[in-house]
C-alpha cells in the first residue's frame, strides 16, 4: 500500500505562486511515478504534471507547461509542485497520485494510489 498526504494548498491572487507538497509512505520505491491531477465540480479530473522518481523525467499538460514545476526529494519521499503565475482558472482540488512503472502517462487509469487532495483558489 502506498500512502499520499497533500499539503500546501490555499488562497492566493492572480499572478501569484504557492508549491504543493506531497509526502508519499509506504510501498514507494524508485519504479514509481508521481503526478499530479486537479478537479474542479462538474467536471473529470485532468491530469497536471507527473515525474519519474528515479531520473526525474517529467511530463506536463499544455495549460500548465512553463508555469507549473514538478520536482521530489528522495531522501524526504516527497513531490512538489511549483505553480507560478496562477490563473483563476487553476482554481481546483489538486490530488497527488502514484502508479507503479516508469512510463510517464497523463490518464488518470494508469494511477492506483491518490492523496485527498488539497484546494487552490485562484482569485481574479
Known amino acids: 500500500q502506498v500512502q499520499l498526504v497533500e499539503s500546501g494548498g490555499g488562497l492566493v491572487q492572480a499572478g501569484g505562486s504557492l508549491r504543493l507538497s506531497c509526502a508519499a509512505s509506504?510501498?514507494?520505491?524508485?519504479?514509481?511515478?508521481m503526478g499530479w491531477f486537479r478537479q474542479v465540480p462538474g467536471k473529470e479530473r485532468e491530469f497536471v504534471a507527473a515525474?519519474?522518481?528515479?531520473?526525474?523525467?517529467?511530463l506536463y499538460a499544455d495549460s500548465v507547461k512553463g508555469r507549473f514545476t514538478i520536482s521530489r526529494d528522495n531522501a524526504k519521499n516527497t513531490v512538489y509542485l511549483e505553480m507560478n503565475s496562477l490563473k483563476p482558472e487553476d482554481t481546483a482540488v489538486y490530488y497527488c497520485?502514484?502508479?507503479?512503472?516508469?512510463?510517464?502517462?497523463?490518464?488518470?487509469?494508469?494511477?492506483?494510489?491518490w492523496g485527498q487532495g488539497t484546494q487552490v483558489t485562484v482569485s481574479s
Open positions: 497520485a502514484a502508479k507503479r512503472g516508469q512510463g510517464l502517462v497523463a490518464a488518470t487509469t494508469y494511477y492506483g494510489y
Open positions: 509506504g510501498r514507494t520505491d524508485s519504479s514509481y511515478v
Open positions: 515525474i519519474r522518481w528515479s531520473g526525474g523525467n517529467t
